[in-house]
């Protein structure tokens, strides 16, 4: 079943004078917006906001899992924090393969061993400490989370989506309702989907964000929150400990930079793809546009020549990237040069596209567990940060008495270099699972600067689709001039080379379907939808926030 994009809806987006935050729950929003009023500068209110996203969107995002934040400070350098999950020190790759040597099925999506050491709380108290205004406290900006798992939280179509997920992997193992008793008593009706307007109750995550809010980082290091994580893991047959917790590093990183016409468009480096395949994207578009004019909407050249450029930059993706590393460093360095992009232009054919191994070759033989927020405040400084714990509901494990849910990262590495990953990607050892290293990851959050303020800052949920929603918001806002409630909500598209198929928003024009498949492409409309993007661009004096209207975020601000 196709998704269409939803139309843009008045409620989805606002226009605001002096500061913004688009999350996809509008408590998240107005988390960060209460603390912005109170003086905070933008990377506090992204914590405020990120915190709060861990209690209202359970099923996306949370303490169990990681993320990254790229944050512009006026007069300052863009700065990229990782803190993406690691694989436990003590978990070994032999233990995902079955006797054949191929993987256990399931085994890297549920329960104990799909866990890698969740770093969420290190990364959001790391960009506190060390980017916040300091006018506002660590217990402040936790306050309102706390506010809010404190009330029930009450079932929204995105919740009961998550709920219908894990009650249809009920049918595939019935044992799921044992294993993860604690998630499916809390998250679904008896094995029934819950209804919009139920109440789920999310008050053990009161007492976790106080522990948190007391004692900082400690608080997940040891004492009764790593104890019960580490326990709910091990129990259910994972080898996560507490070394892994306690030595988890936050990474600054070099954001990726592209020059892009008057903009320069900042994105997340490896671990991240995001970054490398948006800046290669946008280079071969540059040059295209200096011979031939402008990229366009709604134009079948534009969108065969936008879904080539695409398929060279995953295949890249697919045998370059992985965790950061001299190798991966030197290999972005290439994938992002201008001489690559003259390549990949200089293959170009406007009329036809090419079988897969024309793209590149590998040596070696559905969206719900991410969300992105964004927040300008009145200093122009500005946040986009996306926060997932892998599939819906992470390794579907619930940790007894804290409300934290538990990520399925592992899924997010190579166990099998002939194995495609949960969202189908193929990719090389360079993202071999290893103990200690970060999986590859598709989240991109991006801001866009001109003249060194942000003109726009965007990202999305939706594994690899993030890439491509991410990237066709920016396209469609700042080389098409489209209002940003329409650049969210209007069709897309997504290819990620293997499969070799193209995913079309059901709202595609007929043209444009139909110049695709003149040039030999095959189409087929999203199982799903096409990731959730969250954005805020300028607009005269102010700003425009926008929470895609498919997920039902709400924006907040002044
Ligand atoms: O980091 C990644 O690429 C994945 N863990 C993202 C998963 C995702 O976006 C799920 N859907 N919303």
Redesign the pocket.
């Known amino acids: 079943m196709g998704t269409a994009r939803q139309p843009s809806s008045a409620d989805c987006w606002r226009d605001l004078s002096r500061f913004a935050v688009a999350a996809d729950h509008e408590a998240a929003s107005r988390a960060g917006a209460e603390i912005l009023a109170r003086g905070g500068n933008a990377v506090d209110a992204a914590v405020a906001t990120s915190f709060t996203l861990a209690v209202v969107r359970p099923q996306?995002c949370g303490l169990g899992g990681s993320g990254f934040m790229l944050i512009h400070r006026m007069g300052h350098g863009p700065i990229a924090l990782d803190f993406?999950e690691t694989a436990p020190a003590a978990a070994l790759r032999e233990r995902y393969l079955g006797e054949n040597g191929r993987p256990i099925p399931g085994a890297t999506r549920f329960g104990g061993g799909a866990v890698a050491a969740p770093s969420q709380v290190q990364g959001l108290l790391h960009a506190l400490e060390r980017y916040g205004s300091g006018r506002v406290s660590r217990r402040d900006v936790i306050a309102p989370a706390i506010r809010v798992a404190a009330e029930p939280l009450i079932a929204d179509r995105h919740v009961c989506r998550a709920s219908r997920e894990i009650c249809d992997e009920l049918t595939a193992d019935p044992d799921f309702a044992r294993r993860f008793s604690e998630l499916y008593s809390r998250f679904t009706r008896d094995g029934k989907p819950l209804d919009p307007g139920d109440a789920v109750d999310r008050r053990d995550m009161v007492e976790t964000l106080t522990i948190i809010a007391e004692r900082g980082i400690d608080g997940v290091r040891d004492g009764r929150l790593a104890d019960a994580m580490v326990q709910a893991a091990q129990q259910s047959g994972g080898a996560l400990r507490h070394a892994d917790l306690r030595e988890y590093q936050v990474r600054e990183r070099d954001p990726i930079v592209t020059r892009f016409g008057p903009f320069e468009v900042i994105g997340m480096p490896p671990p991240?793809?995001g970054g490398a395949v948006t800046a290669q994207v946008l280079q071969v578009l540059a040059l295209h546009a200096a011979e031939h004019g402008a990229w366009r909407a709604n134009d079948p050249a534009s969108a065969h020549l936008l879904v080539e450029a695409i398929k060279h930059a995953f295949a890249d993706r697919a045998s370059r990237l992985g965790d950061d590393a001299e190798d991966v460093r030197r290999d972005v360095a290439w994938m992002t040069s201008q001489q690559r992009a003259r390549q990949v232009l200089s293959a170009f054919d406007p009329t036809r596209t090419r079988p897969t191994d024309f793209y590149g070759k590998l040596a070696t033989p559905?969206?719900?567990?991410?969300?992105h927020y964004c927040v300008v405040d009145g200093e122009g400084n500005a946040v986009s940060g996306t926060d997932?714990v892998?599939?819906?509901f992470g390794s579907l494990i619930l940790v007894p008495g804290t409300g934290i849910i538990l990520n399925n990262?592992i899924?997010?590495f190579v166990i099998d270099p002939e194995t495609p990953n949960a969202?189908g990607l193929r990719e090389s050892p360079r993202n071999l699972f290893s103990p200690g290293r970060r999986?590859?990851?598709?989240?991109s959050p991006a801001i866009v600067l001109r003249d060194g303020r942000a003109e726009l800052i965007a990202g999305?949920?939706?594994?690899?689709?993030?890439i491509s929603a991410t990237l066709e918001t920016i396209l469609y806002a700042i080389v098409c001039g489209m209002d940003l409630d329409d650049a969210v909500a209007a069709p897309r598209l997504h290819h990620q080379w293997l499969p070799d198929e193209i995913w079309l928003s059901r709202t595609t024009s007929r043209d444009v379907v139909a110049g695709l498949l003149d040039r030999g492409h095959t189409v087929r409309w999203y199982p799903g939808t096409g990731?959730?993007v969250q954005a805020i661009g300028r607009r005269g004096d102010g700003w425009r926030a926008v929470c895609d209207p498919d997920k039902g975020g709400r924006p907040a601000g002044e």
């Open positions: 996306s993406r991240s793809s559905e969206d719900s567990g991410t969300s997932t892998n599939l819906t990262e899924d997010d969202f999986p590859l990851s598709s989240m999305a949920s939706g594994g690899p689709r993030i990731g959730h």
